[in-house]
Every structure is written in structure tokens, then in C-alpha cells.
């Protein structure tokens, strides 16, 4: 009995790698430029998912096998997609319970136009470090701040990008955070390691974007600025809920759910609850019907103020779908390059050419971005360079928690500024503000990976395998030594004592 022939798997070749990229970048393009009528991510996605299939089956791969490559990312992913449905009820529960509209009528009180944005964006960060988690940090506090510097006459750009900045701080120094984890987990370094290493970059760029709002209050023009307009957003909310204190109690539940490191899934829902609570002893829902449909299809207010109504009519299960049916395309698109090797195809000509410490760090960045742009995913541009740059950081003396490093000060920062990404479109949807408008002013996201990159050229901020630390001012101290898997720590070790021999890496001082 003669059995069937098996075709041969085999990677794309360059032209044919940059097909699937290819096609949903024009069509994305197309949309957001030409005047097609239509500016949304799905369709260019299907589009391209059509086109990463039929490459894949160029190489050799079966349908199944592309289905099952796009399962299998999708896989990985449904536990955020669950935690995207619950955000939806978060929000609708804050907003119906008062807790959101009262950040928002004391947060009147206590900003002014010249301290709202270094105090708005050091909040985020405190609420994203808490929670590990910058989506939860923008769907709470990140709303209010919209409210309030509406209400202070701010550029909502300018607003967002802030919220965007401090909300990913916090983000990228949470050991709660699942971007943060996914780094350490791919880079086989420690947690703390990882969160250590960040600290040199996310730390001087995070001061950096606190002296670029603090300049931007600081000469914001206030002679338009209208006091009025706080006033009348305070008496709209103060007329449609029962404003007090007490409300701020949810976003404490927020708070200590994630401080005593409850399932993200299960803090959101018990935040839920608490707001659910609030809403019907603060409130006056009575009503089951009425709280589910709040849950399930948002609220609608007429308050008679025109920002009241913008802030307050949002939330709710139904408001997530648009987002999650991105993130699913987005995600099986990812899943599919990946399967059929297209990364790989692309960068791994490249490796071969990266012998020195600041050619290697910027290939990961780069890679990170183009994951990121063309992947459509924070975690495969965390997820895909790891593998394909991981042997080479060996090579070179480096500590993992350098490549751990490098992969979020892009893969995770960037995700969110381009609007067809899972972080981009659930930013828009939970802001209302398109990531190209915020872009500009998300300064922490925006100049991370370009700080990170200007370091390694000049050698600095540097981990070596060791344990040693080149810091910004060139020295070379020991320090404590980053986890790695034992085979490779020891090839690290042997390189690195070799690239000393020969002059190309710095000996520790004493």
C-alpha cells in the first residue's frame, strides 16, 4: 500500500516573508490615509491572515497546521481576552457607582492646568505598578483624568498621552504585570532580575517625561482657560450622583486585590462586585434589570454638559467587542506569521552581523517594533525576538536580563502606538483618543527604546554575564548575577572573560 507523499516544510524566502506584512500594511495604509471610508484594523487583518495562510502553504505547511498555529497564540491570549470582557464591567461599575465621577469632581479641586500633568502621570504609575496591569490603570484613574483635564481646558491628546505614559510605568515596574513576567519567562532570567534591569532605562526616561509635562503645564496658555467649565462638569456630576469620599473605597479593593497578588480575572471581578455594591447603597440601584443592562451595554446619561455625557456614557461588556474582535484577528494573525516563519525568514540573515553589544540591542528593539507593527501583538513582540537573538546575547558576555530588557523597552512600549494592535485599539476604545493623536505625547513610550539604543552606543547601562554593571557614567562595578540557564550562563561567563582578554568588554572595578 503506497502511502502519501508528505510535502516539504521549509521557510519562507525573503519576497515571499514580506507578502503577508506587505498586504496588511498598504490595506491598513489605504484605510488611514486614502479616503477609502473605511479606517478600521479588521478587515486589512482578515486580509492579511488570508495571505500569511496561503505563504504558509507555499512552504509546505497543511491548513490544519496553519489553524493550529493561530490556536495556539490565541490559546495563550484568552485569559487577557477574558480579563478585557471584565474591564467592561469595571468600568460601567465605577461609573455607576460614582466612583469615577467623583475622581473626577475632586480631582477638579485639587489640579490646576500648570501641575495637572506631572501629578496626573505619577498617579497612573502609582495605580499601574499596584494593579500590574496599565489597561486596568486607564480604565479607572485614566478615565477620571480625561474628565479632569477636560474640565482644566488640556489638549485630550496631551491627556492621553500622559495617562499612557504613567499607566506603562507602572506597568513595566509591576512583578504582577503579565508583560513584565512574559520577559522574564522568554529571556530564562529572574523576575526581579528583569525588573532590576528595567529600572536603568524606564527610570531616567520616566523623569525625563516628568520634566517634559511639568515644561508643557507650565506653558500651557491659560488665558483661555475658562474656570467655568470645571465648574459646570462639577455641578453636572454632582446633580446625577451622590457624591462622597467614600466612593474612593473601590479603587482601593482595586488596589489591595492586586497588592495580596489575587488572579487578575479574580481581582477585576471582586472590583466589580465592590462596585456593584457602592452603585446600589450609594446610588439607588434597585433594579437587577438595570444593573445588567449597565454591565452588559454601558450607561447612558444626559446630564446636560456636554464633557459629563462623553465621560459617563462608555463602559459595559458590549463596549469591549470591537476591541476584543480586533485582538482575536490580531492575535491569529500573529499566530500564522509565526507558523509559517516569516520573522525568522526576515531577521535571521540579519543575526550572522551582529558582533558588538550596541548592534545587538538595537536589532532586538527594532525586532520588538517590527513584531509589535506587523504582529499586531504586544506578546509576539515580546514572545518572537527572544528565541531568535537569545544565543547571540550569550555570545556576547551578556547578562538575559539584558535581553529581558531590551524586549520591553520596545515590545511592550510601542504595542501601543499603533491603533491596529491589541494595546492600541483597547487604548482607543477605553480613551476615545487615536494612539497616532496621543503618540507625540506618550513621552515615556516614545523615547524609552530610543534612550535605551543611545545608551548601548555610547556603552553604557550595560549587564554583563558576571554580574558587572556598566553604568551611565562608564564605570564597571560588580553586582548581583542575573538568573540563566546554566548551560548558557557558563558559555556567557567563557565569552565574556574572552572579550576582556581581547579588549572589547570592560574589567570590573575594584
Known sequence: MSEKKTKEVRLPNFVEALIPIVVMMALMLYGFVGKSGYTDAHMPLICAIV?????GRACGHSFEDMLAGMLDRLNTTMEAILILCTVGLLVASFIMSGTIPALIYYGLDLLTPKLFLPVGCIMCAVVGLACGSSWTATATVGIAFLGIGAGLGINPAI????????????????PLSDTTNLAAAVAETGLFDHVAAMVSTTLPTFIIALILYTILGLNINTAGYDPQVAVDLQAALANTFHLSPILMVPIIVVIIACVVRMPGLVGICVSVLTGVLF??????????????????????????????????NRGGMDHQMWTI?????????????????????????????????????????????????????????????????????????????????????????????????????YQYGVLGVHPFTYFPYAFLNLLNPIYAAVMVLLKRNIFWADGAYTNLLGRTRMGKVAEAPAEAHAKALANLERMRKEGKAPIPEK
Open 51 to 55: 495571505a500569511a495562510c496561503a505563504v
Open 159 to 174: 491627556t492621553a498621552g500622559m495617562i499612557i505614559s504613567g499607566a506603562y510605568v507602572g506597568d513595566k515596574f509591576s
Open 279 to 312: 452603585a446600589v447603597f450609594t446610588q439607588g440601584y434597585h433594579s437587577l434589570g438595570d444593573i445588567f443592562n449597565a454591565l452588559h451595554y454601558g450607561l447612558e446619561f444626559d446630564t446636560g454638559n456636554e464633557i459629563a455625557d462623553q465621560l459617563l
Open 325 to 425: 474582535n480586533l485582538i482575536l484577528l490580531a492575535v491569529a494573525y500573529g499566530g500564522a506569521l509565526e507558523r509559517c516563519g516569516c520573522i525568522t525568514a526576515l531577521f535571521g540573515g540579519l543575526k550572522k552581523r551582529l558582533n558588538s553589544v550596541a548592534s545587538l540591542v538595537i536589532a532586538t528593539l527594532i525586532t520588538s517594533v517590527f513584531c509589535d507593527a506587523t504582529m499586531c501583538d504586544q506578546f509576539l513582540g515580546i514572545g518572537v525576538p527572544a528565541p531568535l537573538y537569545a544565543d547571540k546575547y550569550d555570545d556576547l558576555g551578556l547578562a538575559r536580563n539584558m535581553l529581558s530588557r531590551s524586549l520591553e523597552d520596545a515590545g511592550t512600549l510601542w504595542a501601543v502606538m499603533f491603533p491596529w494592535t491589541g494595546c492600541g485599539a
